[in-house]
């Protein structure tokens, strides 16, 4: 069975700070990993995703995220947040056996000036 | 590109009534889904048609159900709704199987 943990229900910064959402996960085979974003009143959209090479990801709008296999993490950063970054963050897993997408249960993130 | 249209937006329904959400994509994806979003429990899989005349249950089916119509739309119905199934929906489409999801933007429905 799979799983999906995201730390922190609710992370508040200052813009131009670090932004850090958490995601761990359990999957008993390679996995690949997602994190989506959902802005107010809208759908989810991908905002990168890791499956298979380079273990450090690039997605949209300046965030990245590092998969670490020994910490079984994919946490979720931007080194300086803005404004528009306010949204909720979900990280998600996928192991690739009966089409079983796990989402977390969402990061609120809120940017203050 | 209208991507993936989900009607309607919003919904109040009294228990008992039912209702049929509707989705339809222009990506030419063969895979569609059905999810509900409740508050602390992120994207919960309802249904989904990895294909054109397929359907199969996800994690919550119970008390739904739907149609693969054609490629292009997949729908949702509620035959008795309940208060429980108050909720946020999303229908979503992918060419990959669940690598890349590209989701409508929701209807809220409220079950009274």
């Known amino acids: 069975a799979q799983s999906v943990t995201q730390l922190g229900s609710h992370v508040s910064v200052s813009e131009g700070a670090l932004v850090l959402l958490r995601c761990n996960y359990s999957?008993?085979?390679?996995?690949?990993l997602f994190w989506y974003v959902q802005y107010p009143n809208q759908g989810l959209q991908l905002l990168l995703k890791y499956t298979t090479g380079a273990t450090l990801v690039k997605g949209i709008n300046g965030f990245e995220a590092e998969f670490k296999k020994s910490e079984t993490s994919f946490h979720l950063t931007k080194p300086s947040a803005h404004m528009s970054d306010a949204a909720e963050y979900f990280c998600?897993?996928?192991?690739?056996?009966?089409?079983?997408?796990?989402f977390g249960t969402g990061t609120q993130l809120k940017v203050e000036l | 590109n209208a991507g993936v249209t989900q009607t309607p937006k919003f919904q109040v329904l009294k228990t008992g009534q039912s209702m049929t959400l509707q989705c339809a994509q222009d990506m030419n994806h063969n895979s569609m889904y059905w999810y509900r979003q409740d508050p602390g429990m992120g994207l919960r899989l309802i249904y989904y048609s990895a294909s054109e005349g397929t359907t199969d249950k996800g994690e919550v089916p119970n008390g739904y159900n739907v149609s693969r119509l054609n490629k292009r739309e997949f729908s949702l119905r509620l035959e008795s709704a309940a208060p429980s199934q108050t909720s946020v929906y999303f229908c979503?489409?992918?060419?990959?199987?669940?690598?890349?999801?590209?989701f409508g933007s929701g209807t809220q429905l409220s079950v009274l």
């Open positions: 999957s008993s085979v390679p996995p690949y």
């Open positions: 979503a489409s992918s060419d990959r199987g669940q690598e890349k999801l590209f």
């Open positions: 998600a897993v996928f192991t690739g056996g009966g089409n079983k997408l796990t």
